[in-house]
C-alpha cells in the first residue's frame, strides 16, 4: 500500500518518529509493519550483528555490500509481502542511508552507479515517502551519547564524516522533493509526529503530502 522510510543521521529522533507514527496508524486501524535496517529478518540480523562487531575490520565496499544484502532479504522476505498485503509499511532507514553513508562519507561509489545498484538489490522499490530529520553534526552526537549502534564505524570517521552524509542527505532531498520530506529535527518530538501525521494523513487522502513539512524553529 504505502513505504514510507525515515533517515537522518544516528541520533537525529529518526527512529522515535518511526515508532510514533506505527503506532499512530494502528490506533487508527490501519494495518502497518514497522522494520528497521539493517534488520527484520533472521539473516538481515546476523549482517547487523556482523556490522556491529568491534573486533571486524569491515572495509568500506564490504560494508556497502554488508548493508545491501540485508536490504535485500529485507523487502523479499517482508517488506515486499506486507505491501502486497495493503499494510504500511514503515522503514526505519533505507537505501538513502546507504547513498549518504557509504557513498558520500565512505567514498566509496559515486551517486550514479549507487542509484542502479539500489534498484538491484530493492527490485526497483522505492519509498512513497521518505521523511528526512535533519540535525546538525554535534547536536546528533550529544543526543547518542555513546550509545551503541550500526553506525558505530561511521562514529570513529570524526565529524567530517557527519558533515559529508548531512550534505548528501540534503542533495538528496534536493533532487527529489516530491519523495522527501525535510523535517526540522531541533523541533520538539511531539511537533515533528504532528508534521508527519498531516503528511501522511494527506497522502492517505489522496492530496499528495505536503512534500516539505516542519521546517520552522526549534520548538525546545
Partial sequence: MLLLTFEGIDGSGKSTQARLLDEHLQAEGHET??????????LSEQV???????SLNVQPFAELLL???ARAQLVAERIRPALDEGHIV??????????????????????????????????????????LVEVDAETARERRGGEASADDRME?????FYERVSAAYAELAEDEPD??????????????????RADVA???????????????????
Avoid: K, M, N
Fill in 33 to 42: 509493519l514497522l522494520v528497521r535496517e539493517p534488520g527484520g529478518t533472521e
Fill in 48 to 54: 547487523r550483528s556482523i556490522l556491529l562487531e568491534p
Fill in 67 to 69: 548493508f545491501s544484502a
Fill in 90 to 131: 514503515i522503514c526505519d532507514r533505507f537505501y538513502d542511508s546507504t547513498t549518504a553513508y557509504q557513498g558520500a562519507g565512505r567514498g566509496v561509489a559515486d551517486p550514479t552507479w549507487l542509484r542502479a545498484f539500489h534498484r538491484r538489490v530493492t527490485d526497483a522499490l522505492v519509498p512513497d515517502r521518505t521523511y
Fill in 156 to 160: 570513529a570517521a570524526g565529524a567530517d
Fill in 179 to 196: 519523495r522527501f520530506c525535510r523535517l526540522d529535527g531541533r523541533r520538539s518530538i511531539d511537533a515533528l509526529h504532528q508534521s508527519v
Fill in 202 to 220: 494527506a497522502i492517505l487522502d489522496g492530496r499528495g503530502g505536503t512534500g516539505v513539512s516542519g521546517t520552522g524553529s526549534s520548538d525546545q
